[in-house]
């Protein structure tokens, strides 16, 4: 595997200087492809459509996101890539900015034409569950006209903010609790992988997350 070392050091710089980094071409290309192509042969039964909230509070909301999802186990050789990939970079960032971050969890999703996903947080305060957030794309060839962008608020008052391309190869990465943020609809197929980086809250009888 290439050596991402200074791809790793770049993005714990921009986390620790802004809270998040955009960073395109920044899969390796093998790994890119590998999860394209796997994208290709997934059938669409594998695809449900996603829901919000956790646990028990977990329910399909289409008014809130339209997107169908799949959750990455592992099983296939693309899917244990990406884990193994994440996996390199959460040890790097826990070695650079001791986030402690504990496990990872992520899946592929679809936007079909017309697919969003309103505003929303990844975390939510105080509640020490989802602590970074990272985003891959993989889509060919995007244009500003096909829209779909990922518009990532940066401050309170939500008045600045900043549209990212899904282009393949591109990696959004940002504190799950400090920026709120949305997919907007696009004009074609979008397909990604959403995954976060989560802290051990275990306490008691109580293990989260769950297994
Ligand atoms: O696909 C994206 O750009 C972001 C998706 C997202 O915000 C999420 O799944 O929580
Ligand atoms: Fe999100």
């Known amino acids: 595997m290439r050596d991402d070392t200074r791809l790793f050091d ?23 492809q590998a999860l394209k192509a796997h994208l290709k042969v997934m059938q669409d039964e594998q695809f ?9 509070k977990y329910a399909v909301r289409q008014s809130i ?14 899917g244990k890539a990406w884990l193994d990939w994440a996996e390199l970079l959460r040890r790097d960032l ?15 999703s679809h936007y079909r034409p017309g697919d969003f996903y309103r505003k929303h947080s990844d975390a939510f305060r105080g509640e020490a ?10 889509n060919d060839n995007w244009q500003d006209s096909d ?15 900043l549209l990212i391309q899904p282009e393949a190869g591109t990696v959004a990465i940002f504190l799950s ?8 609809p696009a004009k074609r197929d979008r397909y990604a992988i959403a ?6 809250t275990s306490r008691g009888d109580r293990v989260d997350p769950p297994q």
């Not at 449900?48 to 028990?56: D, H, I, L």
């Open 10 to 32: 770049t993005i714990a710089q921009a986390l620790r200087e802004r809270g998040y980094a955009l960073c395109p071409n920044a899969l390796p290309p093998e790994l890119t």
């Open 48 to 56: 449900s459509p996603a829901g919000v909230g956790r646990e028990n």
């Open 65 to 78: 996101r339209s997107d169908e999802i799949c959750w990455i186990t592992g099983e296939s050789t693309a």
């Open 94 to 108: 826990n070695r650079q900015l001791l986030l402690g971050l504990f496990s990872f969890e992520s899946h592929f």
């Open 129 to 138: 569950n989802r602590v970074l957030s990272l985003v891959a794309y993989l």
């Open 147 to 161: 829209g779909g962008e990922l518009k990532l608020y940066l401050d309170e008052a939500e008045q600045e903010s």
């Open 177 to 184: 609790e400090e920026f709120p943020h949305e997919v907007l």
């Open 195 to 200: 995954g976060w980086y989560r802290v051990n």
